[in-house]
């Protein structure tokens, strides 16, 4: 398992933003698959976007296209989602998650591909 450690959670008014990171370490930043989930109160786990390093190129959950973007800074080994125009159905504690391997694209959405998570961070969208 990789170490992630997650921040950036906090509070925001319906219409804001809000960044969240992910710092990963070794292999997985350079040949692995990283991604985000969210799972609000009794709800299931939710995908959120996922990126394999290698290609870079990322994917997005129906419910948050065109709101999330993913990047990543390479020399700090930290993944980023950028969220704006939150809504209040955003409300949720997301999770960072990574696999060392390069997953197939159909895998990336789905989190039983995962073997490293971080500890969460609670995303609260009120006025």
């Known amino acids: 398992q990789v170490p992630l450690v997650e921040s950036g959670g906090g509070l925001v008014q319906p219409g804001g933003s809000l960044r969240l990171s992910c710092a990963a370490s070794g292999r997985t930043f350079t040949a692995g698959t990283m991604a985000w989930f969210r799972q609000a109160p009794g709800k299931e786990r939710e995908f959120v976007a996922g990126?394999?390093?290698?290609?870079?190129?990322?994917s997005y959950g129906d419910s948050v296209k065109g709101r999330v973007t993913l990047s990543r800074d390479n020399t700090k080994q930290t993944l980023y989602l950028q969220m704006t125009s939150l809504k209040p159905e955003d409300t949720a504690v997301y999770y960072c998650?990574?696999?060392?391997?390069?997953?197939?694209?159909?895998?990336?959405?789905?989190?039983?591909?995962?073997?490293?998570w971080g500890q969460g961070t609670q995303v609260t969208v009120s006025s």
């Open positions: 990126v394999r390093l290698s290609d870079g190129n990322p």
């Open positions: 998650a990574a696999r060392p391997g390069r997953l197939v694209l159909s895998q990336v959405p789905f989190s039983r591909h995962y073997d490293s």
